[in-house]
Structure formats: C-alpha cells, structure tokens
C-alpha cells in the first residue's frame, strides 16, 4: 500500500502548480483524500480534503478560492491544482487518506490518517 505524491517545483508569486497523488495497492475511491503541508520550522497543517462518495470538497482558509482538490478515479489519482501562489505557500506538500468515506469535521487532524505519500517540495519565489 503506498501514496506516491508528485508535481511540485519552483513557481514564481502568482504562478500555477498541480501537485498529482497516485494510490498503489488500494483503491482510492472508497476513500477520503487529504492534502497537508509542512513548511520549515512549523507544525504539519491540512490543506484541502475530498469526500470519496459525493465528492464534497473542504479546503483551508488560507488557500480557499485559490486551491482546488479533485478526484481522477481512473488511474486512482487525485490532484490539486494550486493557483496565485503566494510565498507562504512554500512547504512540503503531503497527500494522505483516511479509512473511511467522508474526511469530517476534524479532518485537519493528521492522527486520523492511515497512510501518507512521501511528500513533494513547492517551492514559491522568484
């Protein structure tokens, strides 16, 4: 079982990226789908997360209207394009899914996640 995350890189301020996270092992569909990021010296913090059945999506305040998540069930990929990045975007950006359907109330909570990608850098400067 394993979360392969990828598409991060140097962007400049304002610039796009889409960061992809493919599921081996088990199927992504019956499962809900986050995205969290960690920047230097600060603590792990949710980013956006997917229901898996009526795909309600839920995205923190510091990247709403700029971010979105969306599932791609074939190829059990789920991707998340970012746009009008800013610097404070820059960390490292972790994909990670739940076992179960919905991600919930509490779903910036990284304890309630079963498996994790091995994260990908984004890096906003110019």
């Known amino acids: 079982v394993q979360l392969q995350a990828s598409g991060g890189g140097l962007v400049q301020p304002g610039g796009s990226l889409r960061l992809s996270c493919t599921a081996s092992?088990?199927?992504?569909?019956?499962?809900?789908v986050a995205w969290f990021r960690q920047a230097p010296g600060k603590a792990r913090e949710g980013v956006s997360c997917?229901?898996?059945?009526?795909?309600?999506?839920y995205y923190a305040e510091s990247v709403k209207g700029r971010f979105t998540f969306s599932r791609d069930n074939v190829g059990n990929t789920v991707s998340l394009r970012m746009d009008s990045l800013k610097a404070e975007d820059t960390a490292i950006y972790y994909c990670?899914?739940?076992?179960?359907?919905?991600?919930?109330?509490?779903?910036?909570?990284?304890?309630?996640?079963?498996?994790w990608g091995q994260g990908t850098l984004v890096t906003v400067s110019s």
């Open positions: 092992g088990f199927t992504l569909d019956y499962y809900a």
């Open positions: 997917v229901n898996s059945k009526d795909g309600s999506t």
């Open positions: 990670a899914s739940l076992h179960s359907s919905e991600c919930g109330d509490n779903w910036k909570a990284t304890r309630r996640y079963d498996y």
